[in-house]
């Protein structure tokens, strides 16, 4: 019963978050915190940053965790399997219409008006993640003791890098992360 | 036929693999993968070109539920139809499922471990910066074609999601309007 109930209200939680990760945490908050109580709020804070510390999307972090937490292995996989339920389905339908309907002029409008809104999104969440990364209280400032040098100096490091070697960027960021928390450590 | 299979076989297993790998280092929310995906299969294997790329990370974003999980399900559906949907699914779940459900028994340990946080900082920067050389790329493939309409979008439609914090499903809908409307091809704007 409970897995039922779980693959439900994370089914919800796929089904109604538009929009990237941040989008889900309000649904996440009324169904698992409010509604069904299977986190507290502390709880809840804490999915959040372990969710910025793991590779992943946060409505599968809160999944996995949730379901793990109150049913084990096998209410984790319920979970996860109720958030990329929906999303699995209306992908599908959307890329057949797509592919269907690409060569009409119509779609094509709509996709050259898509393209750039999509690069422009991109860079807008990049950016955000490197306020987040330089400035430790999300205000950009270049006073010395404001910003955050050594991530100032992997960001740019890096770029300097992937331009120029164009290598595989899982290596860029396994690279920084070693250095990086080295420095971290020990400066 | 046999070798036929080989290659359908050689083709799971690359789209298997490729979004595990890939899925492992999405550290910091859906737009990640993006960037990462882009290089693997638009530059790496050649299989997607760039522009049916941002079609796909359109279609993503116009799908409910996490954005790095529609991605990698739309180039799996791409190469191999609803079954390679379901590989790549199945490749971007499994990292964060792991993960996640070892962290879940400890996991008041990993939060406040400082090597982890030292590590993770370090690789938040380079994050930003992985995300940044490809927004280079693609912003440029954009502006080189010297058409005014799309570069209008894409500064408007940076302005509404980096200033105005306008919610992306608007931003969507708008940009998918304004190009049905003036965007055509033979309306003069597009080849």
């Known amino acids: ?187 | 036929m046999e070798t036929q299979k080989l290659n359908k076989l050689k083709l799971f297993l690359t789209l298997f693999f490729s979004t595990l790998k890939i899925s492992a280092f999405t550290f910091g929310g859906g737009y990640v993968i993006v960037p990462l995906l882009q290089k693997k299969f638009v530059e790496g294997l050649g299989w997607i070109d760039e522009e049916e790329m941002l079609d796909l990370v359109a279609i993503a974003q116009s799908t409910p539920g996490p954005l790095a999980i529609n991605a990698s399900l739309l180039i799996g559906y791409r190469m191999a139809g609803i079954a390679g949907a379901l590989v790549t699914v199945l490749g971007t779940v499994l990292p964060p499922f792991v993960i996640m459900s070892v962290v879940s028994v400890f996991y008041i340990a990993f939060r406040d471990n400082v090597i982890v946080s030292a590590v993770l900082k370090g690789m938040q920067a380079a994050v930003a910066a992985v995300i940044l050389d490809v927004v280079i790329t693609m912003a440029h493939n954009v502006i080189k074609d010297k058409r005014i309409f799309p570069v209008l979008i894409m500064i408007a439609a940076f302005a509404a999601a980096a200033v105005f914090d306008i919610n992306v499903v608007f931003i969507i809908i708008i940009c998918g309007v304004l190009g049905a409307l003036f965007m055509r091809p033979g309306k003069g704007e597009e080849k």
């Open chain 1, 1 to 187: 019963m409970i897995y039922v109930q779980m693959l439900l209200s994370f089914l919800q939680i796929g089904l109604f978050s538009f929009g990237g990760g941040y989008a889900a945490l309000p649904l996440i908050d009324s169904q698992i915190v409010k509604l069904h109580g299977w986190l507290t709020m502390t709880e809840f804070t804490d999915v959040l940053t372990i969710s910025q510390m793991t590779p992943g999307p946060i409505a599968i972090n809160a999944a996995t965790f949730v379901g793990m937490r109150i049913a084990g292995a096998a209410g984790a996989l319920a979970a996860t399997l109720g958030c990329i339920l929906p999303s699995t389905v209306v992908a599908i339908v959307l890329a057949k219409i797509y592919y269907k309907y690409r060569e009409m002029s119509v779609m094509k409008g709509v996709m050259n008006g898509l393209r750039p809104a999509v690069v422009a999104m991109i860079a807008s969440a990049g950016l955000s993640i490197m306020i987040q990364a330089l400035w430790a209280d999300g205000v950009v400032s270049f006073a010395a003791d404001k910003m955050d040098f050594i991530a100032a100096a992997i960001f740019i490091a890096s770029l300097i890098v992937l331009r120029i070697f164009k290598p595989n960027q899982i290596i860029v960021m396994a690279a920084a992360g070693v250095i990086g928390g080295a420095a971290y450590l020990l400066l």
